[in-house]
């Protein structure tokens, strides 16, 4: 082998010395490697977020299908589909999530709530416990068919034809019935945005007057056709619209915002007149007036979840007379979804009168008794 082979050959053979050998930046690979770290750190920390966002989504699905608000509809009822008699436990069972009316229940010594969440509540005792001796007081004649998706806040009559009120936002009607088979003739639904309260007949039966829950407006409609012909604003004592009803005798409208208070209006301007103050026999004040009916020269009222109608000296305020209804639809008997006995409407005959509830599948003819 030649010299220069042999120094060729070496020089392959030549390990590179520290001079020449590449060195690799240790700097460079802890910054890399922190990167590393930190990028995995994000992508746990961003895993758990989804983990954690997925067990809360499928908490609140339980959540909001125990308290009803999933709840499929069953189909209806229709007065027309059938004859037989309704069992109030088939009808529909709408979902509960339009009936959210929350409202401060205005009175002189604060305020309560007044809450349509779907759950049962129990009876407002405070008017019951006043009755010495409790007993019916009425005798049932008829019970007639009523639409169990009507959550009713008002009824009147008027020659052969009962008029009535629903309420919840965007499901607030106006409904001409057929007094005796509670058979829907004609309806005329509300804005969205209102929540229709309670109704009476005026002006020979030729008009109607509807309130509104918080919104302030009332309609005047022909109660004909059911067209508005009459937009007005007006204010209680609550600042809330519950009960209408027309005294004949002193052409007013007397209207519940359920406290104990009842206005009294001019039922051509619309103008308070004055203000009555219901009050027990012993002085104590009734809260929760609600639904109103001018019979026999008495005001007739629902109490807010109670089984009673109270019978008021529209002059005076005072309580009369008080109807323990209890017994008509016991509240055992009922599905969570029936709410409070509210609704109330004279018939053609004296000392005759319609009753029912909120989304209740029954209407009541009734005579009240002495």
């Known amino acids: 082998?030649?010299?220069?082979?042999?120094?060729?050959?070496?020089?392959?053979?030549?390990?590179?010395?520290?001079?020449?050998?590449?060195k690799a930046p240790s700097g460079e690979n802890n910054r890399n490697l922190s990167e590393q770290?930190?990028?995995?750190?994000?992508?746990?920390?961003?895993?758990?977020a989804a983990m954690m966002m997925?067990?809360?989504?499928?908490?609140?699905?339980?959540y909001l299908f125990q308290s009803g608000v999933f709840t499929a509809s069953s189909k209806a009822i229709s007065a027309e589909e059938t004859s037989e008699e309704i069992d109030p436990d088939s009808y529909s069972k709408e979902a509960n999530d339009a009936r959210d009316k929350t409202a401060d229940v205005g009175n002189t010594s604060g305020h309560s709530?007044?809450?349509?969440?779907?759950?049962?509540?129990?009876?407002?005792?405070?008017?019951?416990?006043?009755?010495?001796?409790?007993?019916?007081?009425?005798?049932?004649?008829?019970?007639?068919?009523h639409d169990p998706n009507a959550f009713t806040q008002g009824l009147t009559y008027h020659n052969g034809a009962l008029y009535e009120g629903t309420g919840l936002y965007s499901k607030s009607e106006i409904r001409r019935l057929d007094p005796n088979t509670g058979h829907v003739y004609h309806r005329m639904s509300m804005e969205p945005?209102?929540?229709g309260e309670g109704l009476?007949?005026?002006?020979?039966?030729q008009r109607?007057?509807?309130?509104?829950?918080?919104?302030?407006?009332?309609?005047?409609?022909?109660?004909?056709?059911?067209?508005?012909?009459?937009?007005?604003?007006?204010?209680t004592h609550t600042r809330e619209g519950w009960g209408i009803t027309h005294d004949d005798f002193t052409n007013t409208f007397i209207v519940?915002?359920?406290?104990?208070?009842?206005?009294?209006?001019?039922?051509t301007t619309l103008e308070e007149l004055r203000r009555i103050c219901v009050t027990l026999p012993n002085g104590e004040p009734v809260w929760h007036i609600n639904e109103l009916e001018f019979v026999n020269n008495s005001v007739l009222a629902n109490v807010w979840y109670s089984d009673v109608l109270i019978s008021i000296d529209p002059v005076s305020g005072l309580v009369e007379k008080i109807f323990n209804f209890s017994e008509l639809w016991p509240h055992h008997q009922r599905p969570d979804n029936a709410d409070c006995f509210n609704g109330i409407s004279r018939t053609d005959v004296e000392d005759e009168i319609f009753v029912t509830g909120k989304n209740w599948p029954y209407m009541y003819r009734v005579k009240l008794l002495d």
Not at 37 to 48: A, K
């Open 37 to 48: 770290t930190t990028e995995m750190r994000v992508s746990f920390t961003i895993r758990i």
């Open 193 to 195: 945005s209102h929540f």
């Open 54 to 62: 997925i067990l809360f989504l499928i908490g609140l699905h339980i």
């Open 1 to 22: 082998m030649s010299r220069k082979e042999s120094a060729s050959s070496s020089s392959l053979r030549k390990r590179p010395t520290s001079s020449t050998r590449k």
């Open 200 to 205: 009476t007949l005026f002006d020979k039966g």
């Open 256 to 267: 519940s915002d359920g406290s104990e208070w009842l206005c009294v209006w001019d039922d």
């Open 113 to 145: 709530e007044k809450n349509y969440d779907g759950t049962v509540q129990e009876p407002n005792d405070e008017v019951q416990k006043s009755l010495p001796h409790p007993r019916k007081q009425y005798k049932l004649l008829q019970r007639i068919y």
């Open 208 to 235: 109607l007057i509807q309130l509104t829950w918080r919104e302030n407006v009332g309609f005047i409609y022909n109660s004909t056709t059911l067209d508005v012909i009459q937009t007005f604003n007006f204010v």
